[in-house]
Nanobody, 118 residues
Framework: QVQLVESGGGLVQPGGSLRLSCAAS????????MGWHRQAPGKQRELVAA???????NYADSVKGRFTISRDNAKNTVYLQMNSLKPEDTAVYYC????????????WGQGTQVTVSS
């Protein structure tokens, strides 16, 4: 059973940056494709970035060019570097395993709140 712990969220002004971390335990992290998802109030959870076991990345159009996903298999950690943040990026951010279609599976962590506001 994989356990996921997200961290690094906070309050940031528009145009600012944050780096989120997701530490995984309980399984062989390097075997899985991973994704960062977010859920804003009143909206469905959406996938914003994914990275395969081999390091191939994919992004939602809304974050392309601003967010960068990466992973460190030795540390069982996946990261999300978020630059040029906008108020519409405000959400709770979660990581999870994803399948080949980007569909998340397994239990969710508690998430980390990102608030972009002046």
């Amino acid at each position: 059973q994989v356990q996921l712990v997200e961290s690094g969220g906070g309050l940031v002004q528009p145009g600012g940056s944050l780096r989120l971390s997701c530490a995984a335990s309980g399984s062989i992290f390097s075997m899985y494709d991973m994704g960062w998802h977010r859920q804003a109030p009143g909206k469905q959870r959406e996938l914003v970035a994914a990275i395969t076991r081999g390091g191939i990345t994919n992004y939602a159009d809304s974050v392309k060019g601003r967010f960068t996903i990466s992973r460190d298999n030795a540390k069982n950690t996946v990261y999300l570097q978020m630059n040029s943040l906008k108020p519409e990026d405000t959400a709770v951010y979660y990581c999870n395993r994803v399948d080949g279609l980007g569909i998340p599976f397994g239990p969710w962590g508690q998430g980390t709140q990102v608030t972009v506001s002046s």
